[in-house]
C-alpha cells in the first residue's frame, strides 16, 4: 500500500500521494483494438479523409464499419478533421447520429516497411447502405411514407447536433446511413464542429452568427448560397439547406441541384427559389460574394418543379430552400411541419423493407450511375 505524503505548508496530501489514492484499477482503462481482431469483408467506401472497410469484430461477432483515417503526409501528423470527428462522435449520444464504437491500430510489420507509423480506424456499427447509395439503386423506389421516416429521422437527429451546439457542415446523402431496421443515422464528422451562438429556437429559424467561420464547408451541390457568397457569421442554417437538398433528391431520385462550378451553382439555387433582392434575402448584397453579382430576374420554379408531390411538401421544401438564412426554418419547426401529419403517414422504420447493400462502391454496378459526386471542401483542416 503506497505511504501517504504531506505538504508541510498546509497538511494536505502531496499530489502524487492524492493521485495515487485515487487511481483507477487498470483494468478498467480500454485502450484501442488492434486491426487483428477485425475480419476484414471488403471496401464499402473512401474519400478525402479516409477508406472505409466492412469487418466483423472476433471478440463480438458484430458486423463493423472500419474507418481508415489516411495521412497523406506523415510529417504533418494525425489529420486535425479526424481528431474532431473523434472528439465530437465520442461526446455524442443519439439514435439518429452514428456512434464510435472502438478505434483499432494496425502496426508495421516488418522493418523494411516504408510506411513507420501505425494506421488508426475508426469502428462504428455497420449500416446496410447510404442514402446516396439506395437512390441510385434502379431496384429501389422510395415510398411516400418511406421518405418521411427518414426524413423525420434526419431532423431528429440534427435538431439533437444543433442543441448541442454542433454544426455538422457537410450534410449530404452520402453522409447519411440506414440500415436494413429502417434506422437513419448521420456520419461522417469530418467537418463538423461546436460553434457560438444560441440554440435554434421553436419560431425563430437559423437567427444570427455570433462569429466568423470559414465559408469552404459543405459539398458544392448542398451548399447553401450564403456560403456560396462567402458569409462567415452562419448559423445552424447552413445544415437545414442541405436538409431540403436531400429531402428533395429522395423525392425525385436525384440530386436538385447539381452545379458544376460555384457561380454555376448559385445560377440553378436561383433558377429553383428565385432571385435574391432585400426582402427575400436581406444583406446578400453586402457578401463578399454578392458586390459584383447581378443575377437576371427570375420568380423561381421549386413550387411548379415539385407539384406533383403536393402542397405540404413543396410547402417544406420551401421552408428549408428558403434564401434568407435567418428566417430559414430550423430543425425543431420542421418537425411540426404538417407535412408529417397528413395521409399518407410516416411509416414506421420496422415497417420498411430491406434492400441489398447499397454503399459508394457498389454503385459503380449500376449502368445508369449518376454523375459523380464533387469531393467535401477541405474547410475543416484548419481552426475554423
Known amino acids: 500500500?503506497?505511504?501517504?505524503?504531506?505538504?508541510?505548508?498546509?497538511?494536505?496530501?502531496?499530489?502524487?500521494?492524492?493521485?495515487?489514492?485515487?487511481?483507477?484499477?487498470?483494468?478498467?482503462?480500454?485502450?484501442?483494438?488492434?486491426?487483428?481482431?477485425?475480419?476484414?469483408?471488403?471496401?464499402?467506401?473512401?474519400?478525402?479523409f479516409g477508406e472505409v472497410h466492412k469487418a466483423r469484430s472476433h471478440?463480438?461477432?458484430?458486423?463493423?464499419?472500419?474507418?481508415?483515417?489516411?495521412?497523406?503526409?506523415?510529417?504533418?501528423?494525425?489529420?486535425?478533421?479526424?481528431?474532431?470527428?473523434?472528439?465530437?462522435?465520442?461526446?455524442?449520444?443519439?439514435?439518429?447520429?452514428?456512434s464510435l464504437e472502438d478505434m483499432a491500430v494496425e502496426h508495421y510489420v516488418k522493418q523494411t516497411d516504408q510506411r513507420k507509423r501505425p494506421i488508426i480506424y475508426m469502428a462504428t456499427p455497420y449500416m446496410d447502405h447510404d442514402l446516396s447509395g439506395l437512390l441510385d439503386n434502379p431496384s429501389v423506389t422510395f415510398t411516400v411514407p418511406q421518405i418521411k421516416c427518414y426524413l423525420l429521422q434526419l431532423l431528429q437527429g440534427l435538431r439533437y447536433l444543433h442543441e448541442n451546439k454542433i454544426l455538422h457542415r457537410d450534410m449530404k446523402a452520402a453522409n447519411l446511413l440506414i440500415s436494413n431496421q429502417g434506422i437513419?443515422?448521420?456520419?461522417?464528422?469530418?467537418?463538423?464542429?461546436?460553434?457560438?451562438?444560441?440554440?435554434?429556437?421553436?419560431?425563430?429559424?437559423?437567427?444570427?452568427?455570433?462569429?466568423?467561420?470559414?465559408?469552404?464547408?459543405?459539398?458544392?451541390w448542398y451548399r447553401p448560397p450564403e456560403l456560396l457568397l462567402h458569409l462567415k457569421r452562419y448559423?445552424?442554417?447552413?445544415?437545414?439547406?442541405?436538409?431540403?437538398?436531400?429531402?428533395?433528391?429522395?423525392?425525385?431520385?436525384?440530386?436538385?441541384?447539381?452545379?458544376?462550378?460555384?457561380?454555376?451553382?448559385?445560377?440553378?439555387i436561383f433558377d429553383l427559389v428565385g432571385t435574391p433582392t432585400e426582402e427575400n434575402m436581406p444583406g446578400w448584397k453586402q457578401l463578399p460574394g454578392g458586390e459584383s453579382l447581378t443575377p437576371r430576374p427570375r420568380p423561381?420554379?421549386?413550387?411548379?418543379?415539385?407539384?406533383?408531390?403536393?402542397?405540404?411538401?413543396?410547402?417544406?421544401?420551401?421552408?428549408?430552400?428558403?434564401?434568407?438564412?435567418?428566417?430559414?426554418?430550423?430543425?425543431?419547426?420542421?418537425?411540426?411541419?404538417?407535412?408529417?401529419?397528413?395521409?399518407?403517414?410516416?411509416?414506421?422504420?420496422?415497417?420498411?423493407p430491406t434492400f441489398e447493400d447499397s454503399h459508394?462502391?457498389?454503385?459503380?454496378k449500376f449502368q445508369d450511375r449518376k454523375a459523380a459526386l464533387p469531393p467535401a471542401p477541405k474547410g475543416g483542416t484548419g481552426e475554423r
Open 300 to 352: 423561381g420554379s421549386l413550387s411548379t418543379r415539385f407539384r406533383e408531390h403536393g402542397a405540404a411538401a413543396v410547402s417544406l421544401l420551401s421552408a428549408l430552400l428558403q434564401l434568407n438564412w435567418r428566417a430559414r426554418i430550423n430543425a425543431i419547426d420542421a418537425l411540426e411541419h404538417p407535412y408529417f401529419k397528413s395521409s399518407p403517414y410516416p411509416a414506421r422504420p420496422e415497417d420498411i
Open 59 to 98: 471478440r463480438t461477432g458484430a458486423l463493423v464499419a472500419l474507418k481508415k483515417i489516411i495521412m497523406h503526409n506523415e510529417k504533418d501528423g494525425f489529420p486535425i478533421t479526424a481528431l474532431r470527428e473523434i472528439k465530437l462522435l465520442k461526446l455524442l449520444s443519439h439514435k439518429n447520429v452514428l
Open 360 to 364: 459508394e462502391l457498389d454503385r459503380r
Open 235 to 268: 448559423t445552424t442554417a447552413i445544415d437545414m439547406w442541405g436538409v431540403g437538398c436531400v429531402f428533395g433528391e429522395m423525392l425525385i431520385g436525384k440530386p436538385i441541384l447539381a452545379g458544376e462550378s460555384d457561380a454555376h451553382q448559385l445560377e440553378i
Open 184 to 220: 437513419l443515422q448521420i456520419a461522417d464528422f469530418g467537418l463538423a464542429r461546436h460553434y457560438d451562438g444560441s440554440v435554434p429556437q421553436a419560431g425563430k429559424g437559423g437567427g444570427e452568427g455570433k462569429r466568423e467561420y470559414t465559408s469552404l464547408v459543405v459539398t458544392r
Open 1 to 48: 500500500m503506497a505511504t501517504t505524503t504531506y505538504n508541510h505548508e498546509n497538511g494536505a496530501p502531496s499530489p502524487r500521494s492524492f493521485a495515487l489514492q485515487h487511481q483507477r484499477p487498470q483494468n478498467s482503462f480500454k485502450g484501442c483494438s488492434g486491426i487483428d481482431e477485425y475480419e476484414l469483408l471488403g471496401k464499402l467506401g473512401e474519400g478525402t
